[in-house]
């Protein structure tokens, strides 16, 4: 990447430079037969002037230092058009620290060929083929993206980030009836550091494969208002999609719920949500941010706790707006998108109950994990699919369920939560669309709660 300190005495107002290059690859196998293996690169230049309180913005695919300077000379220029006609309170940002810092979190090993990869995921689909080998269909995905990201501010910041995330999902499917059942393993890393070899995935292969089976031979759950258990990969979901989002500053402005709700219980005291920059429980997180993409320090961000509304996700703007100090959360996907107030790595926190323990206290109820796709609004009302659960009968798991939804207001749900486990899960294997793509975390532990459920 180019030097970014030869261009700093050129900035006249408040500067953001940023060069980002993002790599990725995918890898689709079904049934034996390759069907993908594309690799993209997708890179560029930006720059965001600030000035009288509003933005100019330009950017390039061309990295060049010519082209840097005529990106800086058009985002002055965007920054003084929109001013002269646009009128803006918010004339000033507050200074803060800024720094340099580096982190490089690429694999220090030997880099895996694409053909070495497709060879890891053919052994994958081999072994599937030869244990099931009456499954209708087996397909073997594997994503990696890398973002690289070189950002330089007027005040001083210097930051540069390299971060990939590797994932294999496996997807398999039976042949006497149409039950599907998938699952993905990896997350922060390359491959090579996240696997030795393909049997180290094997046993959850298995498991996967036994919860299939478990599956096609379940029921459908009866309807209504129901308690439930839900385990941590939907508990993750939940905060993400129909709490988190409604905190985003941007969407606070915008008349989310929790516009009229900070300070408020929103949730039962066990209820503690926090959205997490790096570290959390002493561990880097799935996807870590340790500066954003303004130069701010990503700080972690209380959203909840004991069951009050404390906090919102900020940018500068919000942050200047809500008189408080900005928590980091300005991220942009690509070299071509302006920074968005984004979610890093969102998690209830774990509670103090064993699991067995929470389902031992049901009388007629559900355990539910594996979410589908879903959605959520800024009122916190949720709809997500749920692709594999149990009935819990006199506290014991009895059949397991087929497909089905659960929907309700997250809020509601949250101040029904009565017992949250002693242990925690992350999922960081997709994307959250919010106008841009963004990889992000979301985890937590299981919660027992109430819920509506769809079914007979």
Known sequence: MVDLEIFREKFRNYTELRIQENMSQIIVVLNGDCLSNDEKREGGVSARVFKDG???FASSPSKDS???????????????????????????????????????????????????????????DSYILSR???????????????????????????????????????????ESQPINLSESFGGL????????????????????YGKLMKKRDGTIPDAGFKEVILGADLAGILAHEAMGHTTEADFVFGGSIAADLLEKKVASENVNLVDFANKAFGKTC?????????????KDAVIIERGILKSYLHNRRSAE???????????????????????????????KDKLEDMISSIEDGYYLENPANGQADSTSEFMFGVTFGYE?????????????????????????????????????GGMCGKKQPMPVGMGG????????????
């Not at 501010?153 to 999902?169: M, N």
Request: charged share 30%; proline share 4%.
């Open 54 to 56: 509003l933005w100019g």
């Open 66 to 124: 010519e082209n840097i300077q005529k990106i800086l000379k058009k985002a002055e220029e965007n920054a003084d058009f929109i001013s002269a006609r646009l009128k803006n309170t918010d004339r000033i940002f507050r200074k803060f620290e800024q720094k340099n810092f580096r982190i490089d979190l690429t694999t220090k090993k030997q880099k895996m060929t694409r053909k070495q990869k497709m060879n890891f995921i053919r052994e994958i």
């Open 132 to 174: 099931y080998p009456h499954l209708k269909s087996r397909q073997i995905v594997y994503y990696h993206l890398l973002m690289r990201k070189e950002l330089m501010t007027s005040e001083g910041a210097h930051v540069y980030q390299s971060i990939p995330r590797s994932f294999i999902r496996v997807s398999l499917t039976t």
């Open 189 to 208: 890393g390359d491959l090579e550091d996240i696997y030795n070899s393909p049997d180290e995935l094997f046993g959850q292969i298995d498991e996967l």
């Open 286 to 298: 799935p996807v870590p941010v340790y500066f954003d993409d303004e130069g701010i320090e990503a």
């Open 321 to 351: 707006f809500f008189k408080t100090d900005p928590t980091g959360n300005a991220r942009a996907y690509n070299f071509d998108d302006e920074p968005l107030i984004r979610m890093r790595n969102t998690c209830i926190l774990p509670g």
């Open 392 to 428: 819990i009968k006199k506290g014991k798991f009895t059949k397991a369920l087929k497909d089905t939804t659960i929907s309700g207001t997250a809020i509601d749900l949250l101040k029904t939560v009565t017992m949250i486990s002693d242990d925690l899960r992350w999922e960081s």
């Open 445 to 456: 532990p299981a919660i027992k709660c109430k819920v509506n459920i769809g079914g007979n």
